[in-house]
């Protein structure tokens, strides 16, 4: 049973394991007799210390874990090497600087962007690993951005603020899946119209009324059908654009835009 509930432990020795209130301590130590350096490359076999990492994992039963482990620094055996001593790394187990396990960094990040700050600080809370809002903000803006490939079918533009009144820029969308696909610095013509360009593919955007957009859509998709939001927009012909939601109303925009 314990071996199932900490599979990822299978890597490193549990000496003890201390139940204490709300929370389960776990005392380990690691087992490898070498270790690679991570500036050259070079495996070394002589330990020059160790000392001890406290790693916040998953909750169990309710209850929060900590693993205190016993890790050795190790000496790098290359003299042209800029490292004397390194610290060894268990592979999906312990990062560099890092007071998490991955498996609960990565389940973080997943709770970070789905809710965002303070509701998933609220719901991890309740999972027994509270992080804080900023500490959650803070895995989501080092993970890396994804590369936009083709344009989506159904696309979704709109400006937001990065300085309300002073400093705009635009987000693009994903309408069917609900996904961030890129961000643009502005909310200009040339900057919109040059990413649909290099981004071939969408057959509707969905867009507010700005001549921008407008004007961008028209130059690089001539054939995508434009799509605005019924209270923004003149005409009455619905359709509806669908998203994870499972739909919302849009309407056609006319020849004028």
């Given amino acids: 049973m314990f071996s199932t509930a900490f599979s990822h432990l299978t890597s490193v020795v549990v000496e003890e394991v201390t139940v204490d209130g709300d929370g389960v301590a776990l005392t380990a130590r690691t087992v490898t007799r070498e270790a690679a350096c991570p500036g050259c490359g070079s495996v070394s076999g002589r330990v020059h210390g160790g000392y001890r990492r406290r790693l916040a994992d998953l909750a169990v039963a309710g209850r929060k874990v900590v693993i205190d482990l016993l890790v050795r620094r190790f000496l790098c055996p290359a003299s ?20 998490r396990t991955p498996l609960l960094r990565r389940t973080l990040e997943k ?26 903000l803070r895995l989501m803006r080092r993970l890396p951005d994804k590369q936009a490939g083709a344009a989506p079918r ?3 533009v709109d400006d937001f603020a990065l300085k309300k009144g002073h ?3 635009t987000i693009i969308l994903d309408m069917e899946t609900g ?5 643009l610095p502005d909310r200009t013509v040339d900057t919109l119209a040059a990413w649909l360009r290099a ?12 001549s921008a957009y407008a004007e961008a859509v028209r130059t690089a998709y001539p054939d995508a059908v434009q ?5 923004q927009c003149a005409m009455r ?6 998203t994870q939601s499972g739909g919302i109303w849009r309407e056609i925009l006319g020849p004028d835009g």
Avoid: M, W
């Fill in 80 to 99: 042209a090497c800029g490292r004397r001593t390194f610290v060894e790394q268990v592979d999906g187990f312990t990062e560099r600087f890092a007071r």
């Fill in 111 to 136: 709770i970070a962007l789905a809710l965002a700050g303070r509701p998933a600080a609220r719901l991890t809370k309740h999972l027994s690993v509270p992080p804080s809002a900023n500490s959650l």
């Fill in 154 to 156: 159904a696309l979704g």
């Fill in 167 to 169: 400093v705009y820029g």
């Fill in 179 to 183: 996904e961030r696909v890129d961000v």
């Fill in 199 to 210: 981004h071939p593919g969408a057959e509707i955007v969905c867009r507010d009324r700005a």
């Fill in 227 to 231: 799509v605005a939001d019924r209270f």
């Fill in 237 to 242: 012909r619905l359709v509806v654009c669908p």
